[in-house]
């Protein structure tokens, strides 16, 4: 799919837990974008046309996002595991991602989209890493609507990489082991700016989080939806919404916990 990919490498102070968006406005929704091979199978179709009107979706969901308010949207484009299918599909899905860089990043930019993308660059070829760090570059200053990318990401791998990054700042003297908290942890992550996800949906009716922003996602709500990647529109997207503004966020603790108080 369409996407992009460079890690935020630069450690800064992490925010401190931030309040909650109300429950009828998630500042930020993750997305699994999953089906793409489903939709197509079902249409008799090679699994690419899955993946190129995949591409379509993604469009629909940025341009309902930007229009309904959502401040933060991360979509798992690809994840570490994915490495693992056919090297003709991979070898396509790369080149979609080249086409998207060329012919959408531009379109995206005078929206007003920041562009961020989060996993490893190990293995990526040079040119895909080059046209990524570009599209981060020009998108830097926007505010419109900050589009995370997770790109050759895993979840586990990112915990990995944070606890060994931290590792060898102790091992350096720059860090205290009694000075690692949550606080501290989260700091040294891919992107240590970038809000919890208030939500989460997962298309084509599977209901797990496949490795996918498992530090994040510790009191997200998840909505699971039928659809098929490629049918997710604008619609899917406003009642997954409207879904999350019927529940009751309660991070551990109870409702009207102070009148039990």
């Known amino acids: 799919m369409q996407e992009k990919a460079v890690l935020d ?24 974008m999953d089906g793409n091979g489903r939709w197509a199978t079902q249409r008799s179709l090679p699994r690419t046309e899955g993946h190129r009107h995949g591409v379509e979706a993604v469009r629909r969901l940025v341009r309902a996002a930007i229009e309904l308010g959502t401040e933060y949207l991360t979509v798992f484009s690809f994840s570490s595991e994915n490495w693992r299918r056919p ?15 060329r012919q959408d990043v531009a379109e995206l930019h005078s929206a007003g989209v920041r562009i961020r993308v989060i996993g490893e660059r190990d293995g990526l070829d040079d040119d895909i890493v080059g046209m ?26 990112e915990i990995a990489r944070t606890a060994r990054a931290m590792a060898e700042k102790v091992a350096r003297g720059e860090l205290a082991p009694e000075d690692i908290d949550e606080a501290c942890f989260a700091a040294h992550m891919y992107v240590p700016d970038v ?15 496949s490795n996918y922003l498992l530090w994040q ?27 999350f503004s019927q529940r009751q966020r309660r991070y551990g603790g109870c409702v009207n916990a102070a009148a039990l108080a």
Request: glycine share 4%; hydrophobic share 40%; proline share 7%.
């Open 195 to 209: 809000p919890e996800p208030d939500m989460l949906i997962r298309t084509s009716g599977e209901k797990r989080v």
């Open 132 to 157: 990524i760090d570009e599209c981060e570059k020009l998108t830097a200053l926007n505010n419109k609507l900050n589009l995370v990318v997770a790109f050759n990401y895993g979840g586990r791998t």
């Open 9 to 32: 490498h630069v450690v800064t102070p992490g925010p401190a837990r931030q309040e909650p968006a109300a429950a009828s406005d998630p500042r930020h929704v993750a997305i699994i």
């Open 87 to 101: 090297k003709a599909e991979i070898t396509y899905l790369f080149s979609l991602l080249r086409r998207f860089i």
């Open 217 to 243: 996602m510790a009191y997200t709500e998840l909505v699971f939806v039928d659809e098929h990647w490629p049918d997710f529109d604008a619609e899917t997207y406003k009642r997954a919404l409207a879904e």
